[in-house]
């Protein structure tokens, strides 16, 4: 199993204040390197743009982002998930790609890699916010269309 590693650099925007949070990739679901290096390359525009610095680290304490191939039993609609415990927000998120790939209709790549880290932007939103609300428009919206999720303007997933 090949894991990466990210650090997300909070800015003093976000309710985490100057603090460091290791962002580590686990890609159980085998992703393609080249999928794989179009989601880091959204993931650090998308976070980049919302005022988050990002650098690779080790894998340790602060959330855990795990590709899986297809969500659990009887979330066939889920391109993600975000783990709770109460009504918090645990740092251990999901990002299903094969739905993922259904709904935006190719596996290229380039925009399979960009899907996916805008699903993981939403999912990283819930926890940063320790929120499960959704809005109606950018990255916490319920529900994407895949035309959405491949839009040219990594500005509208920006995490607010």
């Not at 925007?13 to 962002?23: I, K």
């Not at 304490?61 to 009887?74: D, K, M, S, V, Y």
Request: positive net charge; glycine residues 10%.
């Amino acid at each position: 199993m090949r894991t990466l590693h990210l650090l997300v650099v909070l800015g003093s925007t976000c309710s985490l204040a100057a603090r460091e949070v290791p962002l580590c990739i686990d890609n159980a679901a085998q992703v393609d390197p080249w999928t794989m290096q179009a989601m880091k390359e959204e993931l650090r525009t998308i976070l980049s743009e919302s005022g988050l610095g990002v650098r690779y680290s080790s894998c340790g304490e602060g959330i855990r982002l795990t590709l899986q191939t297809a969500p659990p039993n009887g979330s066939d609609g889920a391109l993600g998930a975000a783990r709770r415990a109460g009504k918090a927000i645990l740092p251990e998120m999901t990002v299903y790609a094969a739905p993922v790939r259904r709904l935006i209709g190719t596996g290229l790549p380039v925009y399979l890699g960009k899907a996916m880290a805008r699903v993981a932007v939403h999912e990283i939103g819930h926890y940063l916010r320790q929120s499960g609300d959704h809005s109606g428009e950018g990255p916490m919206t319920e529900y994407f269309a895949g035309p959405k999720l491949l839009a040219a303007r990594s500005r509208d997933f920006q995490i607010r």
